[in-house]
């Protein structure tokens, strides 16, 4: 059973309402680079979302992508971006966000687990990236209300995750809760964090 994260976001309230959370890695994926990633949730307008991410650790050890146009791109779970799954509490349907330090950015719909949809985000996240020598904080605004059915009003259920990879080519999984005994973000008991929206 998966554990359960509940929080109510009210319209009058939401902008004040900020969550923070923290990530584990899975333990089939150790990291000595990554030592702790923190995320900030907030509802900033009604179908408006800012989460920001926060890795610190060794960053020598870390491979992080150089920046590039703000463009739709595949396949940037291969390097070194945080996640968002989104779904309505109750529906098999969900989406999926990835943001990338680059800039770049993807974002997918599904019909049941793992069942892509044909489906095109119109308004492009805002992604905003800083790199210290201390950690990497990754800024992202998503219009939630373009998703291709509402979620306005409805309880929600979030999944959030990252994947780090290390100069060495190998990949650590980061997420709120990992539900098996091997990495899978798609799985509906990772998303975890549940928002009344009411």
Request: aromatic residues 10%.
């Amino acid at each position: 059973m998966k554990p359960i994260i509940t929080k109510s976001l009210s319209s009058s309230t939401a902008h004040s309402k900020m969550i923070n959370k923290n990530l584990t890695c899975h333990t089939g994926t150790p990291s000595n680079a990554s030592q702790n990633i923190t995320v900030t949730l907030d509802f900033l307008t009604e179908g408006t979302l800012r989460l920001s991410y926060k890795l610190t650790g060794d960053l020598t050890q870390i491979r992080v992508p150089k920046a590039q146009n703000s463009n739709a791109v595949d396949g940037l779970w291969q390097h070194t971006c945080f996640e968002l799954f989104i779904a309505v509490e109750g529906e098999a349907n969900y989406h999926e966000f990835n943001f990338s330090p680059s800039g770049q950015w993807a974002a997918y719909a599904f019909s049941d687990y793992r069942v892509i949809s044909e489906w095109t985000l119109n308004q492009k996240p805002t992604i905003t990236f800083v790199q210290t020598k201390e950690y990497l904080n990754l800024v992202v605004v998503i219009p939630v209300n373009d998703l291709d059915q509402s979620i306005a009003g409805k309880p929600i259920e979030l999944g959030i995750t990252a994947v780090i990879e290390a100069n060495d080519g190998s990949h650590s999984y980061w997420a709120l809760h990992h539900p098996l005994t091997h990495p899978d973000f798609h799985h509906r008991e990772g998303f975890i964090l549940s928002l009344n929206q009411g």
